[in-house]
């Protein structure tokens, strides 16, 4: 095996695995293909792997996404996207509420005085884009939990989370509209069990219904050997 | 119906005419284009993949290829569909090339037959 091979090998484990076990080889064997044609020649196979990394770079987001996506019917796809946007917008509604929870973990603020002006809490803390830091982690935190959900075969978990977390969100910052309106205490306390219980409902019928149609459909890691069952009739060797 | 994109329409055109696995799709876009597309692994496989979705193409039996002994290869093959798919977009270019014509920016495609 060449170390070309080798490092391809490598860089081919971040492809989605049901991705990688379907094509892995293939693509390892288009590579083998490719440096035969180049020959011993070191330009010519600076000039493929030049080729190869940009190939790598632009499918292995745009294959993760699709594995994310698509998983055969036309619903459960539309209900995936709905999920993976929803993740996306609590990025935005969900982190001024968990910036503000950690602000009232006691001690949280002098922490923040004590620590400001060194490297790197003041990095964290002190400067003016730290909402973007924020936001970044949180969309990092989202992608790795699906991936992890992914790699787990816990489709209908994160399938659940990823609708109720950010019902549950937009509801309390919708809560927060309420203290506006001056309401009696009574209905103010109450109406907090609403966001939970929606996003409970939610997650219960995304994991039930989304999740289950997922699973039927192959979305799992052998859902390209189900994708097959999909071809016409008479065309399957 | 909406356009291919140049990497489906590209695989659909090379299997057009006869059965070919990965790296024969790969030469034959490249010969095709004069050297301007080279479908790298992952688009190629990953391209591939949505075809097999779609039922545009179907995979033929793996076997060896003629040239290199030792290694078993994957072959497809157009279906119907992926053939009616591709003459669509071939006419809707056609169309194109015309209306280029039209307003002068292309001169008139010889047809097969006109340099004799």
């Given at each position: 095996m060449t170390i070309s091979e080798r490092v391809y090998r490598a860089i081919l484990s971040a492809y989605p695995t049901g991705y990688r076990r379907e094509y892995g080889e293939l693509m390892v064997q288009l590579l083998r293909d490719q440096l035969r044609e180049c020959g011993p020649g070191r330009g010519r196979i600076v000039q493929l792997w030049g080729r190869i990394l940009a190939d790598v770079l632009r499918t292995i987001p745009a294959i993760h996404l699709e594995s994310l996506t698509s998983s055969g019917g036309g619903m459960t796809r539309k209900r995936t996207r709905v999920a993976v946007v929803c993740s996306i917008l609590f990025a935005g509604?969900?982190?001024?509420?968990?910036?503000?929870?950690?602000?009232?973990?006691?001690?949280?603020?002098?922490?923040?005085?004590?620590?400001?002006?060194?490297?790197?809490?003041?990095?964290?803390?002190?400067?003016?884009?730290?909402?973007?830091?924020?936001?970044?982690?949180?969309?990092?935190?989202?992608?790795?939990?699906?991936?992890?959900?992914?790699?787990?075969?816990?489709?209908?978990?994160?399938?659940?989370?990823?609708?109720?977390?950010?019902?549950?969100?937009?509801?309390?910052?919708?809560?927060?509209?309420?203290?506006?309106?001056?309401?009696p205490l009574l209905v103010e306390r109450g109406a907090m069990i609403l966001p939970l219980l929606m996003g409970v409902a939610s997650a219960v019928w995304a994991a039930n219904v989304g999740g289950a149609k997922v699973e039927r459909c192959g979305a799992g890691p052998d859902r390209f050997a189900n994708s097959r069952m999909k071809l016409p009739k008479g065309t399957r060797q | 119906m909406e356009p291919l994109t140049p990497a489906v329409f590209h695989i659909l055109l090379a299997l057009a005419d006869g059965e070919k696995h990965g790296y024969g799709i790969m030469l034959e876009v490249r010969e095709t284009t004069n050297g301007k597309l080279v479908l790298g692994p992952g688009t190629l496989y990953g391209t591939i993949q949505r075809l097999l979705r779609a039922g545009l193409i179907v995979e033929s039996a793996e076997r060896e290829g003629p040239g290199i002994k030792s290694e078993r290869r994957r072959y497809y093959r157009i279906t119907p569909q992926g053939r009616a798919a591709a003459k669509a977009e071939a006419e809707r270019l056609e169309a194109l090339v015309q209306a280029a014509c039209a307003k002068s920016l292309l001169k008139r495609p010889r047809t097969v037959g006109e340099n004799a």
């Open positions: 509604f969900g982190f001024p509420l968990v910036t503000s929870a950690l602000w009232a973990v006691p001690g949280a603020s002098s922490f923040m005085h004590a620590h400001g002006r060194t490297w790197p809490a003041s990095f964290i803390y002190a400067i003016a884009w730290w909402t973007v830091v924020e936001w970044l982690t949180v969309v990092l935190a989202v992608a790795l939990f699906l991936a992890i959900m992914q790699k787990l075969g816990i489709r209908r978990l994160s399938l659940g989370a990823m609708v109720a977390v950010p019902i549950v969100a937009a509801g309390l910052t919708g809560l927060r509209f309420l203290s506006v309106l001056q309401l | -």
